[in-house]
C-alpha cells in the first residue's frame, strides 16, 4: 500500500510533502509530484502538509481521482527505485496521462 498524489497538485508542485518526507520518496515531474510506491514507507507525513489536499492513501482517492494511482506507479517503470529523489532532482518528465491534461488553474 503507498499514497498517491492526485490532480491538485498538477502544475501546482508546492513541495511542503517533501521537505516532511523521511525517506525522500517523492520525486517531482514536469508538472506534478509522484510518490514512489516501492519507498513509501506509508508514514503519512506528507498528506496533513499538502496545501491543495493532493495526497490520498490509494484506498481513500476520490472516485474522481482513481487514474492517478496507475500515473503515480507507472511513472517509475522507467526510472525504477532510484533511491532517493534528492539526488534525482526534476526529471522534466510526467506520466502520459498528467501530460495530456489541459493547464491547471492555480487560483
Not at 499514497?3 to 506534478?32: H, L, N, T, W
Not at 517509475?76 to 498528467?98: L, W
Amino acid at each position: 500500500m503507498t499514497y498517491i498524489i492526485a490532480q491538485p497538485c498538477v502544475d501546482v508542485k508546492d513541495k511542503a510533502c517533501i521537505d516532511e518526507c523521511p525517506v525522500d520518496c517523492i520525486y517531482e515531474g514536469d508538472r506534478s509530484l509522484y510518490i514512489h510506491p516501492d519507498e513509501c514507507v506509508d508514514c503519512g507525513a506528507c498528506e496533513p502538509v499538502c496545501p491543495v489536499e493532493a495526497i490520498y492513501y490509494e484506498d481513500d482517492v476520490p472516485d474522481e481521482w482513481s487514474d492517478y494511482y496507475k500515473a503515480n506507479v507507472e511513472f517509475f517503470d522507467e526510472i525504477g527505485s532510484p533511491g532517493g529523489a534528492a539526488k534525482m532532482g526534476n526529471t522534466g518528465k510526467d506520466h502520459p496521462f498528467v501530460s495530456a491534461l489541459p493547464p491547471q488553474n492555480q487560483a
